[in-house]
């Protein structure tokens, strides 16, 4: 489902964080919608906010330095003249933070966010000069923006329809309802209520349970984390053979055997956790110290002052150090391993 949204939405929800935006987040996250936003939505709901939050921070740092004459004593005043040099250092981080809101934003709903093309202001003026589509009139400024709205939909046009959010601009909507595969809503609730988003929010609603349970799952094998740690701990203490390669060694062709692993520590990544196709991907990391040997070419033994090893041939040494390590394993433990009466 492909969905545009016009700027009075965005304006009346600046956090993202009300249900209507929340959900329209959570569903481009999940793919039960292709969010696009056109740059021009996205520069005017972002200079508004820019404007109003320096409006009001401005007006924060009037009302201290005003605080004088309304009988604050003259050392407090002094405190309250040094708090607007704070507040002048938050008012030049506001675009930026208002930017990364944005882009959080769009990163988490996996929006695409798309440019303004020189063909589209060439689209667009031709269109404001003849009074063309989605211009009421001849030279109708107030629809530049709409103009440029217009035209990210018809470079979206394919196959697959495309619902507009226009909220109440009866022409925007008018001009987007003459053309097949188009349909507009005239706010975000009259979206939610349609027999499309009523589809997507049932399949929506069934992955979020779905999840639910996948979530308790992995809750409950983490109460396990003790039984896989020590299974890794036995295998590791009891190692005596591991080829391994990259390591910082000079060893010849990279190769470096491990013979054992003394003062290990074993821990289950927690974070690093996946669940892929039915089963638990855990990924358990193992610290320590390992008694390795490997080779090393003649030359290169003989120029090192470390090294220390017996001559194994004419070409090589065998060399023994120890080092410290850290190895990564995964464990796959299937879903239906954990059912809802399994106790720890």
Not at 38 to 52: K, N
Not at 116 to 144: C, H, M, Q, T
Request: glycine share 2%; charged share 30%; net charge negative.
């Amino acid at each position: 489902m492909i969905l545009v949204i016009d700027s009075t939405e965005y304006k009346q929800d600046r956090s993202f964080n009300k249900r209507n935006l929340a959900l329209i987040k959570d569903y481009g996250k999940h793919g039960f919608i292709d969010l696009h936003i056109p740059y021009i939505v996205y520069m005017e709901v972002l200079s508004s906010i820019i404007d109003d939050l320096n409006q009001d921070i401005n007006q924060i740092k009037n009302t201290l330095l005003g605080l004088e004459n309304k009988g604050l004593s003259a050392s407090d005043f002094k405190t309250a003249k040094s708090v607007t040099k704070t507040v002048d250092k938050f008012l030049s981080n506001v675009e930026m933070s208002s930017e990364k809101l944005w882009k959080d934003f769009i990163n988490e709903s996996k929006a695409t966010l798309h440019p303004l093309y020189e063909a589209d202001s060439i689209l667009v003026f031709d269109s404001y000069f003849k009074g063309g589509k989605p211009f009421k009139s001849l030279k109708s400024r107030a629809d530049i923006p709409d103009a440029f709205i217009f035209q990210t939909i018809l470079r979206l046009l394919n196959d697959e329809e495309i619902i507009c959010i226009t909220t109440n601009d009866k022409n925007l909507s008018k001009s987007l309802d003459d053309i097949s595969n188009v349909k507009t809503y005239n706010s975000l609730k009259e979206f939610f209520d349609s027999v499309e988003v009523k589809t997507v929010e049932k399949s929506y609603k069934s992955l979020m349970a779905y999840n639910a349970s996948i979530e308790d799952k992995k809750d409950l094998l983490l109460d396990y984390s003790y039984v896989f740690e020590s299974a890794v701990s036995e295998y590791v203490n009891n190692l005596q053979y591991l080829v391994v390669y990259e390591t910082s060694l000079p060893s010849n062709d990279g190769e470096v055997t491990i013979n054992a692993i003394d003062d290990t520590e074993v821990a289950v990544n927690r974070e690093k956790i996946e669940f892929i196709n039915g089963s638990f991907y855990v990924p358990i990391t193992v610290k320590g110290i390992a008694s390795v040997d490997f080779f090393v070419e003649k030359h290169e033994y003989w120029a090192s002052e470390h090294l220390s090893g017996s001559d194994w041939n004419e070409w090589v040494y065998l060399c023994e150090d120890t080092f410290p390590i850290e190895l990564e394993t995964i464990i796959i433990v299937p879903k239906d391993n954990f059912d809802d009466d399994t106790e720890p």
